[in-house]
């Protein structure tokens, strides 16, 4: 069983900056892609920011140059650094990691969110 925990969103003035962290834990074989999402009010859920097992990177267009996803493979980690933040950035983000097990297949697995508000 394998389990996604997220911190450090919170409540930031616009330009500020935060660090998302999302650690996995449990058992399981490797991790594949690591990336985040995020969802706001009467929005569809979409993407930030994806990292693959070899470090490349792909960003959704509105957070291009502000935001950096970096993953730690020995604490099973990965990380968005989020800076020149605007209040459309506010929502909640979700980590999401795609886990590879023995036999090649994949498993799809959500953290549980937290709340990015960005307001003065």
């Known amino acids: 069983q394998v389990q996604l925990v997220e911190s450090g969103g919170g409540l930031v003035q616009p330009g500020g900056s935060l660090r998302l962290s999302c650690a996995a834990s449990?058992?399981?074989?490797?991790?594949?892609?690591m990336g985040w999402y995020r969802q706001a009010p009467g929005k569809q859920r979409e993407l930030v920011a994806l990292?693959?097992?070899?470090?490349?990177?792909n960003y959704a267009d509105s957070v291009k140059g502000r935001s950096t996803i970096s993953r730690d493979n020995a604490k099973n980690t990965v990380y968005l650094q989020m800076n020149s933040l605007k209040p459309e950035a506010t929502a909640v983000y979700y980590c999401n990691v795609v886990f590879l097990n023995p036999i090649g297949t994949d498993h799809n697995y959500w953290g549980q969110g937290t709340q990015v508000t960005v307001s003065s």
């Open positions: 449990g058992r399981f074989f490797s991790i594949s892609v």
């Open positions: 990292i693959s097992s070899g470090g490349s990177t």
